[in-house]
Nanobody
Framework: QVQVVESGGGLVQPGGSLRLSCAVSGSPLGLWNMAWYRQAPGQERELVARINTGGRVDYVDSVAGRFTISRDNAKSTVYLQMNSLKLEDTAVYYC?????????WGQGTQVTVSS
């Protein structure tokens, strides 16, 4: 069974940066399109960035130009580089497949942007 484990979250001031990692086990990462999601308190989970097997990326408008998704298939890891963080980026961040054929969700990693 495929397992995903997110890490790298933390507390950061507005304008700061964080790099999230998502380790995938149980299947070769290179076979799969991947995505990062986030869920803020009281809100639904939203997809914020995705990357296909060929490396094509796209982003939700609210993070475009600030976040960068990437993948290292050899390390079976997906990354989310987050720059110029804003208060509204505060959420639990998850990784999974982008097409709603989801694997079991990981525990996520908390990102808190606060002054």
């Amino acid at each position: 069974q495929v397992q995903v484990v997110e890490s790298g979250g933390g507390l950061v001031q507005p304008g700061g940066s964080l790099r999230l990692s998502c380790a995938v086990s149980g299947s070769p990462l290179g076979l799969w399109n991947m995505a990062w999601y986030r869920q803020a308190p009281g809100q639904e989970r939203e997809l914020v960035a995705r990357i296909n097997t060929g490396g094509r990326v796209d982003y939700v408008d609210s993070v475009a130009g600030r976040f960068t998704i990437s993948r290292d298939n050899a390390k079976s890891t997906v990354y989310l580089q987050m720059n110029s963080l804003k208060l509204e980026d505060t959420a639990v961040y998850y990784c999974n497949r982008p097409d709603q054929t989801w694997w079991p969700w990981g525990q996520g990693t908390q990102v808190t942007v606060s002054s």
